[in-house]
């Protein structure tokens, strides 16, 4: 299966893709998505990326690369992560890292390919996000994706002025 689909590719983390992990995830403004509070150190990204050639199955999540094309240029990534082979169902992330790359089709495309992958090629029954109230584009992106909200957690998340609340989306395998 190649994962491609209107003008982007999802490929493999690479090596040389360190400088890029070490930038976004220490992108303090990308923190209150992921709920991180501290730095990543390049060393521990270098493990990182070593260890993501080993399956999901091991690890529990895949990090793809979502790449525009034609000029193969880098600009964000889409995780399936919090996997349960029991239960067949995954979370997914997605970040596109430069605010000028946004609203240009290319997390729809990557949302597009990675859940055609979910549920033909792992056979996933379900995929599911957490998406902060205060993320409308996200919430729009899920929901025109087939995603549905399922629940909501009231001010679940601290953020700058207090707390936020937090929704749960999900999207059941329409062939299962």
């Known amino acids: 299966m190649i994962l491609e689909n209107n003008g982007i590719r999802l490929r493999a983390v690479e090596p040389e893709d360190l400088e890029l992990f070490y930038r976004w995830e220490n992108e303090e403004t990308n923190w209150k998505q992921s709920n991180t509070l501290v730095p990543y150190s390049r060393y521990i990204l270098k493990r990182y990326i070593a260890g993501s050639r ?23 990534t889409i995780d399936l992560y919090e996997f349960d082979h029991f239960h067949n169902r995954a979370a997914v992330g997605i970040l596109i890292a430069d605010p000028a790359d946004r609203k240009k089709g290319y997390a729809s495309a990557a949302l597009t390919c990675l859940t055609g992958y979910a549920f033909e090629t792992l056979g996933l029954h379900q995929l599911w996000c957490n998406i902060l109230e205060s993320n409308i584009e996200s919430m729009n992106l899920f929901m025109h994706h087939g995603f549905t909200q399922c629940a909501s957690r009231k001010e679940w998340i601290r953020s700058g002025n207090g ?9 059941i395998n329409p062939k299962q």
């Open 54 to 76: 080993k399956s999901i199955y091991e690890t529990g999540q895949l990090r793809l690369m979502i790449e525009a094309l034609p000029e193969e240029r880098t600009v964000g």
């Open 163 to 171: 707390y936020e609340t937090e929704h749960s989306l999900q999207l």
